[in-house]
């Protein structure tokens, strides 16, 4: 996976089957048995046509973090639409610790939504509110209330309002055409933001999730890209002889680590974005490639293979040359540290098979996460509870989905063809 030959390994990937920039669905594959079991009873509607079954999309949010096992609807005991026709006991019968209730009336034309958090075991109310939301607004409504329940619950912010990026193509050989796309976080409202003859690779977020990097071949060679995504304008950064790849922004905005061989060998560069002033950061005749910031910009992970195989690196700036970060195994690649810095998620080879892997930078303990066996790209949702990567179901190209304990699988397939290539946009509020 890892060598100078990486570029067109990924493209063979993805041209594997047809692909296609659609809405994509997520399986579970494997749940948290250990999670805390809660109850979303489908909201009452009031005379309201919902396009949108707000609460099955909050379960669902609440599912695919692994900290949640929400309540088969068949098992739900009552349909009680306010807190005030809540049972607590009906609800302790079902071993439910928490119960969400909601309504969705007419208003102006759009709705008003009041949903409600019940705690049975302490029989409080929790949390309650109300949001407007037009018809094209509920998904994104009811993503909004997951994140405050589980902020609630569980003290972190939620999720489940951001956004991914991801790559997808159709056609085969020399008649692919490849096109960027953004989405919700679980694969819904799906948009295309470019779309080009030749390959697009390595998407990444500016920290405002206004802009995008990525690398392009539009050219005939691979350029370094950063558009804009509500305008579309878009201006080429480099474009050298050899390699321009692995585009990542620092904390501020301000700079764009990337992989350059225009001096020979892959090395990691760092541009200044107001200047375009390239600094080079390594000096080794390894491959040195997908540079990745630490949280407060001091340092640098990437990966070399100057010890023999792909391993991941840490570059403090102002302390000298990079020092070894992994040395478990003889294949660890494309390292992103957590958002609180003590953590990194790679990929790693286990058993044969490259699968997602957590590092403890405490303790040096690493953990594998997923169980499939052609994994990689991993991305980390911007409250580092969820890591999004590229997989293989069969040979179909899809996107996986497990929580930053591994105990919680699910995969989002396309019904069209193959994704790859996903990044994790960051809060933008």
């Keep these: 996976m890892f060598n100078a030959l990486a570029v067109m390994t990924c493209l063979l990937l993805m041209s594997r089957a047809a692909l296609a920039a659609n809405d994509l669905t997520i399986e579970i594959t494997k749940g948290n048995a250990q999670a805390i079991p809660i109850a979303v009873v489908p909201f009452k ?33 009552a349909l009680p639409g306010s807190g005030d026709a809540i049972n607590y ?51 994104a409504s009811a993503h909004y209330i997951s994140d405050q329940i589980y ?26 055409h490849f096109t960027l796309n953004v989405a919700d976080y679980d694969g819904y409202n799906s948009r295309q933001i470019l779309s080009s003859s030749e390959p697009i690779l390595s998407p990444a977020w500016s920290p405002d999730g206004q802009k995008i990097a990525y690398v392009s071949f539009e050219g005939g060679r691979p350029a370094i890209y950063v558009q804009q995504l509500a305008s579309g304008k878009r201006v080429k950064l480099t ?36 200047t375009r002033g390239l600094t080079r950061i390594t000096n080794s005749s390894a491959i040195n490639t997908e540079p990745s910031w630490s949280p407060d910009g001091r340092k640098l992970l990437f990966t070399s293979d100057r010890s023999g195989a792909p391993q991941l690196y840490e570059y403090t700036f102002g302390g000298g040359s990079a020092t070894r970060l992994t040395f478990t195994g003889n294949y660890n690649a494309g390292g992103h540290y957590s958002p609180d810095g003590k953590r ?86």
Excluded: C
């Design 239 to 274: 474009s050298f002889k050899g390699i321009n790849g692995a585009p990542a922004w620092s904390p501020d905005g301000k700079r764009l680590a990337m992989s350059l061989s225009k001096d020979g060998h892959p090395e990691i560069y760092i541009m200044d974005l107001a």
């Design 45 to 77: 509607t009031d005379g309201a046509s919902p396009s949108v079954d707000m609460a099955q999309v909050v379960a669902d949010d609440l599912e695919h973090s692994g900290r949640f096992d929400p309540l088969a609807r068949q098992d739900l005991i």
């Design 89 to 139: 006991s009906d609800w302790k019968m079902v071993n439910a610790n928490y119960v969400v209730v909601g309504r969705i009336e007419p208003q102006n034309g759009g709705y008003k939504v009041s949903y409600e958090l019940h705690d049975v075991l302490g029989q409080t109310r929790l949390l309650g509110q109300f949001v407007s939301a037009s018809q094209n607004q509920l998904r």
């Design 344 to 429: 990194v998620f790679m990929v790693t080879r286990d058993n044969g098979g490259y699968r997602i892997a957590r590092q403890d930078l405490d303790t040096g303990r690493v953990t594998i996460l997923t169980k499939t066996h052609w994994d990689e790209a991993p991305t980390i949702a911007p409250n580092g509870t969820m890591v999004e990567y590229a997989t293989q179901r069969g040979t179909q190209g899809v996107l996986g989905l497990v929580s930053d304990d591994g105990k919680a699988e699910f995969v989002i397939p396309s019904t069209k063809g193959n994704v790859r290539e996903p990044a994790w946009s960051p809060y933008t509020n």
């Design 151 to 176: 902020k609630k619950i569980t003290d972190v912010r939620g999720a489940f309002s951001t956004r991914i990026a991801y790559v997808s193509a159709t056609g085969a050989d020399k008649n692919m």
